[in-house]
């Protein structure tokens, strides 16, 4: 911040009624509109904003705008220099507590806000996360390591590679278990990715974020890491997981088995879901419950088998009513070698797609079935849409995600291009991806509004 300039950021009509009023931004203030008094302190301004409001930091530590034609006085009561920066602290060790390694990848749980801008961005490396949260070291003694720092929009390949093989050291080094700081976005595609790419472990490997920046009062941020490195540090299942809220309050955590969970709403806390399925634990800052018995257990010994391999020539197709053929040819002509569909009702597309479809079977590239509804089983076998499609050469996937369809046969097809083998690695199952059954309860949505569920709502509550 240029401090120089006391009204960074700010232009047109409200750097004049701040410029006329004297105010500066950083400055705790008491505003008068008239529609009431505010206090807090004047923020910079993003400067793609428009010149129309005044931006101030309440002293619950949320923002508001003030629109400037509403503003009749501002009276400064002191001044506060921004800190854009946590230090690092180094972690105290206590050979007494597990090791965890910390691996920093960026996200919203590795962010601040840039008031330039007025986007969150990636700052905080994994030892400044520490001088944000030292209740870490009440849990375990934390390595830690800055691999990346971009949002998770920018995961790919390799970085899911570099994880795994950084994973791998530090399994043999000796580590109890390990986190991974990651952006929500696309946090489930990393999951699935890794629990491909690390298989077996003997050590509970932890992916986590937060929906909401650390400077936001109602940020997840601290919770989630405290109770993904207790999971990492001494709970007894060792597999990828992802780690997030469960209900909406800071109550506890769920751990996801990497490939059968999704990011399900836009801005939640408890925006991630295990799907068809149950979660594999609860957790919280102490104490790590279990939610079934099938899962990978803690091992003291060092093995674990890391394949890290990846085809970025796969493509995943969401199918809409009316989609036309050149979809499909584009990706033939780009030299694809896998598609993954997301299909309508038990896995069905429209005619005019037959013909590319067939055309890329016979060109060698695998094509895979899944259904769009999330939940369910693909079944094409009950019409002849779905007949007429096996027949081209499409291969079912059961109950896989599209997503981790897409991951996985992005990691099958490094191991080979035969149809056939694609297929049968595909369709053989290496942690959860495709399961025999649902369970009864593994698909629940509560539809507001109904008269039944606000009355359940009621009694749960009460």
């Given at each position: 911040?240029?401090?120089?300039d006391?009204?960074?950021?700010?232009?047109?009509?409200?750097?004049?009624?701040?410029?006329?009023?004297?105010?500066?931004?950083?400055?705790?203030?008491?505003?008068?509109?008239?529609?009431?008094?505010?206090?807090?302190?004047?923020?910079?301004?993003?400067?793609?904003?428009?010149?129309?409001?005044?931006?101030?930091?309440?002293?619950?530590?949320?923002?508001?705008?003030?629109?400037?034609?509403?503003?009749?006085?501002?009276?400064?009561?002191?001044?506060?220099?921004?800190?854009?920066?946590?230090?690092?602290?180094?972690?105290?060790?206590?050979?007494?507590?597990?090791?965890?390694?910390?691996?920093?990848?960026?996200?919203?749980?590795?962010?601040?806000?840039?008031?330039?801008?007025?986007?969150?961005?990636?700052?905080?490396?994994?030892?400044?996360?520490?001088?944000?949260?030292?209740?870490?070291?009440?849990?375990?003694?934390?390595?830690?390591?800055?691999?990346?720092?971009?949002?998770?929009?920018?995961?790919?390949?390799?970085?899911?590679?570099?994880?795994?093989?950084?994973?791998?050291?530090?399994?043999?080094?000796?580590v109890?278990?390990?986190?991974?700081g990651?952006?929500?976005?696309t946090?489930?595609?990393?999951?699935?990715?890794?629990?491909?790419m690390?298989?077996?472990?003997?050590?509970?490997?932890?992916?986590?974020?937060?929906?909401?920046?650390?400077?936001?009062?109602?940020?997840?941020?601290?919770?989630?890491?405290?109770?993904?490195s207790?999971?990492?540090?001494?709970?007894?299942?060792?597999?990828?997981?992802?780690?997030?809220?469960?209900?909406?309050?800071?109550?506890?955590?769920?751990?996801?088995r990497?490939?059968?969970?999704?990011?399900?709403?836009?801005?939640?806390?408890?925006?991630?879901?295990?799907?068809?399925?149950?979660?594999?634990?609860?957790?919280?800052?102490?104490?790590?419950?279990?939610?079934?018995?099938?899962f990978?257990?803690?091992?003291?010994?060092?093995?674990?088998?890391?394949?890290?391999?990846?085809?970025?020539?796969?493509?995943?197709?969401?199918?809409?009513?009316?989609?036309?053929?050149?979809?499909?040819?584009?990706?033939?002509?780009?030299?694809?070698?896998?598609?993954?569909?997301?299909?309508?009702?038990?896995?069905?597309?429209?005619k005019?797609?037959?013909?590319?479809?067939?055309?890329?079977?016979?060109?060698?590239?695998?094509?895979?079935?899944?259904?769009?509804?999330?939940?369910?089983?693909?079944?094409?076998?009950?019409?002849?849409?779905?007949?007429?499609l096996?027949?081209?050469?499409?291969?079912?996937?059961?109950?896989?995600l599209?997503?981790?369809?897409?991951i996985?046969?992005?990691?099958?097809?490094?191991?080979?291009?035969?149809?056939?083998e694609?297929?049968?690695?595909?369709?053989?199952?290496?942690n959860g991806?495709?399961?025999?059954?649902?369970?009864?309860?593994?698909?629940l949505?509560?539809?507001?509004?109904?008269?039944?569920?606000?009355?359940?709502?009621?009694?749960?509550?009460?």
């Open positions: 911040m240029d401090e120089k006391q009204l960074k950021g700010y232009r047109g009509r409200a750097r004049k009624v701040l410029e006329y009023m004297g105010a500066r931004v950083w400055a705790e203030v008491e505003i008068e509109t008239d529609k009431g008094i505010f206090e807090g302190i004047i923020l910079p301004r993003s400067e793609q904003a428009d010149d129309l409001h005044v931006v101030l930091k309440l002293f619950t530590g949320y923002n508001i705008g003030l629109a400037v034609d509403r503003i009749k006085s501002i009276k400064e009561k002191g001044f506060r220099k921004a800190h854009y920066k946590i230090p690092e602290q180094e972690f105290p060790y206590d050979p007494a507590k597990p090791n965890v390694t910390l691996l920093g990848t960026g996200g919203t749980i590795a962010s601040r806000l840039d008031y330039r801008t007025g986007a969150v961005i990636p700052a905080f490396t994994p030892g400044e996360l520490y001088g944000a949260v030292p209740e870490l070291a009440d849990i375990c003694n934390l390595k830690t390591e800055k691999l990346f720092g971009v949002f998770s929009e920018n995961m790919g390949p390799a970085e899911y590679i570099t994880t795994a093989k950084t994973i791998g050291r530090e399994i043999e080094a000796g109890d278990g390990i986190v991974i990651h952006g929500t976005d946090m489930h595609h990393t999951a699935a990715a890794l629990t491909f690390v298989q077996n472990p003997p050590v509970p490997i932890i992916i986590v974020g937060s929906q909401r920046s650390s400077d936001r009062p109602s940020s997840d941020a601290a919770f989630n890491l405290r109770c993904a207790n999971a990492a540090a001494r709970g007894h299942i060792a597999e990828v997981m992802v780690c997030m809220f469960g209900p909406t309050s800071d109550t506890y955590n769920l751990l996801h990497g490939t059968r969970v999704r990011k399900m709403h836009s801005s939640y806390r408890s925006t991630f879901r295990t799907i068809s399925d149950i979660p594999v634990a609860t957790c919280t800052p102490t104490e790590v419950k279990p939610l079934r018995k099938d990978n257990p803690r091992r003291k010994d060092r093995q674990v088998k890391i394949d890290a391999r990846f085809d970025d020539r796969v493509a995943i197709v969401y199918y809409y009513p009316a989609m036309k053929p050149d979809i499909i040819e584009s990706l033939i002509d780009n030299g694809y070698k896998g598609i993954v569909i997301a299909g309508t009702g038990l896995g069905h597309v429209n005019p797609l037959y013909e590319p479809l067939r055309k890329a079977c016979k060109m060698g590239i695998s094509v895979m079935m899944t259904v769009q509804t999330l939940w369910g089983y693909v079944q094409m076998f009950v019409y002849d849409t779905g007949r007429d096996m027949e081209l050469g499409i291969v079912p996937c059961s109950n896989m599209p997503e981790v369809a897409y996985k046969l992005g990691w099958v097809l490094a191991h080979t291009e035969t149809r056939e694609v297929a049968k690695m595909m369709l053989t199952t290496v991806e495709i399961t025999e059954r649902e369970p009864h309860d593994g698909y949505i509560f539809q507001g509004g109904l008269p039944e569920i606000e009355e359940f709502l009621k009694r749960g509550l009460r």
